[in-house]
């Protein structure tokens, strides 16, 4: 069964600093991957997906199956990024979503 | 901006009775999940439905938890008895393109079981 870990909890970097939100996985097949946000008193929500190798707003992730990660980076931290990001992976055939535990971005002014 | 709809906000309830929450996904959207979010932890799946029959309930604690989606629209599951540790986040999601979109979650039942 696949597996989602995210190493930390609490990240906590000063506006305009870089920021990497780590997310390692563990899957036998070839996975679909996502981050997810959650802003604070709204919904969870789709931040970007690994298929479509977009930028969303000026976060990006890059999929490497050798060191099965799933890394989320923005090069510039904006208070308005703090957060939880949730990583998550997605079996074949739509089946078997998991979420990592996810990790709590505290941009500081 | 269409919404996955779910109702309670929040329930309180003893323990050992019974408890439900409801969820209605964007409509057209044919998969429907529910999750389970423990404070300080990811969503973890419950069960998931394509139209009106069940996909995935492999983590779903069936001695008291139960799901129907009789419809294939709204879905209602439902815990009985409750017990102490059933007191979490209870999200529903839905998806029509999962590729391309994702799932969209609803606001969420927030369950404290006293």
């Known amino acids: 069964a696949q597996r989602v870990t995210q190493p930390e909890k609490l990240l906590s970097v000063f506006k305009g600093a870089p920021v990497e939100l780590k997310c390692n996985y563990s899957?036998?097949?070839?996975?679909?991957l996502f981050w997810y946000v959650q802003y604070s008193r709204q919904r969870l929500q789709l931040l970007l997906r690994?298929?479509s190798r977009e930028s969303i707003k000026g976060f990006t992730a890059d999929l490497n199956k050798g060191e099965t990660s799933f890394h989320l980076k923005k090069p510039f931290a904006q208070e308005e990024d703090s957060a939880m990001y949730y990583c998550?992976?997605?079996?074949?055939?739509?089946?078997?979503?998991?979420f990592g535990p996810g990790t709590r971005l505290s941009v500081l002014p | 901006e269409a919404e996955v709809a779910q109702s309670p906000r929040y329930k309180i309830t003893e323990k050992s009775q019974a408890v439900a929450f409801w969820c209605d996904p964007i409509?057209?959207?044919?998969?429907l999940y529910w999750y389970r979010q423990i404070l300080g932890q990811g969503p973890e799946l419950l069960v998931q439905f394509q139209d009106e029959s069940v996909v995935d309930d492999s983590q779903l604690p069936k001695d008291r938890f139960s799901a129907e989606r009789l419809k294939g629209v709204d879905s209602t599951l439902k815990i009985q008895p409750a017990e102490l540790g059933d007191s979490a986040m209870y999200l529903c999601?839905?998806?029509?393109?999962?590729?391309?979109?994702?799932?969209?979650f609803g606001s969420g039942t927030r369950l404290t079981v006293v």
């Open positions: 409509s057209g959207h044919a998969t």
């Open positions: 899957y036998s097949g070839s996975p679909e």
């Open positions: 999601a839905s998806s029509l393109d999962r590729e391309k979109d994702g799932y969209t």
């Open positions: 690994h298929i």
């Open positions: 998550a992976i997605e079996g074949n055939y739509g089946q078997n979503f998991v």
